[in-house]
Nanobody, 118 residues
């Protein structure tokens, strides 16, 4: 199993980034996929999940209305479009298998750093 995140970087407050996660080694289309993040000195925080039905999504209140999760099952890839970024969004972002309640026990990539700063 491999999950490889990309697309992170340094962005000013109010800016946008699009994260990608390329998956391999498991039947991607049958798995719920999530994005989670870890800010410096804090624990893992669930951000968003897209379910196997593709159109069913869920977001943490802190990102609702600003972030959009999507997936392309043909490319085994999940995305996170992040808009109106805030300094508190600064974190290491991981994609993970599973949903809001069980991503901790699933697979997770190495992460991509997102830093929001002026």
């Amino acid at each position: 199993v491999q999950l490889v995140e990309s697309g992170g970087g340094l962005v000013q407050p109010g800016g946008s980034l699009r994260l990608s996660c390329a998956a391999s080694g498991f039947p991607f289309s049958f798995y719920h996929m999530s994005w989670v993040r870890q800010a410096p000195g804090k624990g893992l925080e669930w951000v968003s999940t897209i379910y196997t039905g593709i159109t069913i999504t869920d977001y943490a209140d802190s990102v609702k209305g600003r972030f959009n999760i999507s997936r392309d099952n043909a490319k085994n890839t999940v995305y996170l479009q992040m808009n109106s970024l805030k300094s508190e969004d600064t974190a290491l972002y991981y994609c993970a298998t599973g949903g809001r309640g069980n991503f901790v026990s699933g697979y997770r990539g190495q992460g991509t750093q997102v830093t929001v700063s002026s």
